[in-house]
């Protein structure tokens, strides 16, 4: 099941058929261990909405409001091996490679719902930056207890030579207006999501192709409950919180961002995030 943030309410998708959920609060319904459940529980009553797509089209708002949205670092090899090679000149390269193989993760503050946009929306990479990308992330939906109830799309949009000047300017690199994209919607499964989940990353400049990358959750080195469990240690999230798992595709060197490119990032079954480089 998939569940969107409309302007005209909560939207559930289950088999191609739309049900709209109106006067629920985003927050306080996102926010429960039993979300599945109550999901199929709500629909089970309910006839399908005929406009489903529609609201889609032109109401589809990012999934988050008061949630707080935290990522993950240096999860997967090839993370490792990027961050080595840009901080090499700083000194930092070391840095990189002890958090790769501790037992203590890599976790930072990314972005609240005024700093992160949704599906259709615009990105911005920093004037201050010479180098950026896109982070194409798997993201959890993670309760106030900790349980990881739904799955969706994140963009951790990265300034490459600010954070490779000083790992110190990480807050920097990261978390500016227009830093995080989220969307379009969540997906909701009884079930833990398998290895084979693959993440694509396609970036188009004027109707070209310019960077094409995948790679799939097998590759990840940690667990996902494990960044969970690490995140909630000593955080609490009064309206559960979103978490970004990192990234295991990185263009190469000589590739950076540029106004108007357009980022798609496909991780099925969730869907398809898009947004444009503003
Ligand atoms: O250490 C810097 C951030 C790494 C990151 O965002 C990632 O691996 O996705
Ligand atoms: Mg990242």
Request: proline share 5%.
């Amino acid at each position: 099941m998939k569940l969107y943030r409309t302007t005209a309410g909560v939207l559930v998708e289950k088999n191609k058929n739309y049900y709209l959920l109106e006067n629920y609060v985003w927050d306080r319904f996102i926010n429960d261990d039993n979300l599945f459940a109550k999901l199929k529980g709500i629909i089970k009553v309910m006839e399908p909405t005929e406009n489903g797509l529609e609201l889609m089209k032109g109401k589809l708002l990012a999934p988050i409001q008061g949630q707080e949205i935290w990522a993950s670092g240096v999860t997967y090899f090839n993370s490792k091996l990027a961050r080595q090679e840009e901080s090499e000149a700083a000194g930092g390269g070391d840095f990189y490679a002890r958090v790769y193989v501790a037992d203590r993760p890599e976790l930072f503050f990314k972005a609240t719902a005024h700093r992160c946009v949704g599906a259709g929306e615009q990105v911005r990479i920093r004037k201050d930056s010479t180098w950026n990308v896109p982070e194409p992330e798997l993201t959890l939906l993670i309760t106030s207890s900790g349980k990881i109830v739904g799955y969706t799309i994140g963009n951790d949009m990265s300034s490459r030579s600010i954070e490779g000047e000083n790992p110190l300017y990480l807050p920097q690199a990261k978390t500016y207006d227009g830093c995080a994209a989220i969307g379009p919607g969540i997906y909701v499964s009884e079930w833990d999501l398998p290895e084979t989940i693959e993440i694509q990353l396609v970036i188009n400049r004027n109707g070209d192709t310019v960077f094409e990358g995948q790679t799939n959750l097998g590759q990840m080195k940690r667990k996902l409950s494990e960044l969970a469990a690490w995140l909630v240690r000593e955080l609490s999230f009064p309206n559960g919180c979103f978490l970004m798992t990192g990234t295991g595709i990185i263009p190469p060197k000589e590739f950076t961002l540029e106004s108007g490119d357009e980022i798609r990032i496909t991780i099925e079954p969730i869907g398809t995030l898009v947004n444009v480089v503003a």
